[in-house]
């Protein structure tokens, strides 16, 4: 995910100065720390809507083996040794996503802000089951979402990112699955220490 969001933020570049101006405002208030990963909602949003469109996640997830038969409230059975996995496709479905394959990184901050809690990216639900859900929802969430922020947001005020010329990113679809484009192109180069007014320097030494 970390590579998708990269990709994301160098194809819009127009997301870079309000990331960085976030990024900063947090960190200058509250160090490295979850009360500043918790004040990037921008970048929360960003982080999900490159999740939901990422064709690394395929067409199914969440796949499990049945341990032992399981009938189900209708009355069929799924048989001990049945693959078992999720629809994931409701992430595209415009009546929930508005125009679903755009690219969005305001998308789910305006859902935040409109109160729908759902939308914040450790959150699950019916339409954004990633993570799971119920009592087997992966704990590691938290946990996930703060390191990603964090690595972003050194890169983000550390360096300049940007699709190589000619470049123009696709999502390959393998069966069921997708992955990242493996030929994407970044051109990267190291910012001057001194343009961020020394916050990487001091919270990044």
Not at 36 to 53: C, F, H, I, P, Y
Request: aromatic residues 8%; proline residues 6%.
């Amino acid at each position: 995910l970390f590579r998708q969001v990269l990709i994301e933020i160098a194809r819009y570049p127009g997301l870079v100065e309000p990331l960085k101006d976030e990024v900063t405002e947090q960190l200058s208030a509250h160090g490295v720390s979850v009360a500043a990963t918790s004040g990037m909602a921008l970048l929360d949003s960003v982080m999900k809507e490159s999740q939901r469109q990422s064709s690394g996640l395929g067409m199914l997830v969440l796949e499990r083996i049945a341990s032992n038969d399981t009938a189900l409230p209708d009355g069929r059975v799924i048989p001990r040794g049945s693959h078992i996995m999720v629809d994931a496709t409701g992430l595209w479905n415009p009546a929930v996503y508005p125009s679903p394959d755009q690219f969005d990184g305001h998308r789910f901050l305006r859902r935040s802000q409109d109160g729908d809690k759902s939308s914040q990216f450790v959150q699950s639900s019916p339409d954004y089951n990633v993570f799971g859900g119920g009592r087997h929802i992966c704990p590691g969430r938290f946990f996930a979402s703060n390191e990603l922020k964090l690595a972003l947001a050194y890169v983000l005020l550390k360096y300049e990112i940007r699709l190589a010329k000619g470049c123009e990113p696709k999502n390959p679809q393998h069966g069921f699955y997708g992955m990242v484009d493996p030929s994407t192109q970044l051109e990267v180069r190291r910012k001057d220490g001194r343009a961020d007014g020394g916050v990487t320097a001091r919270l990044f030494a």
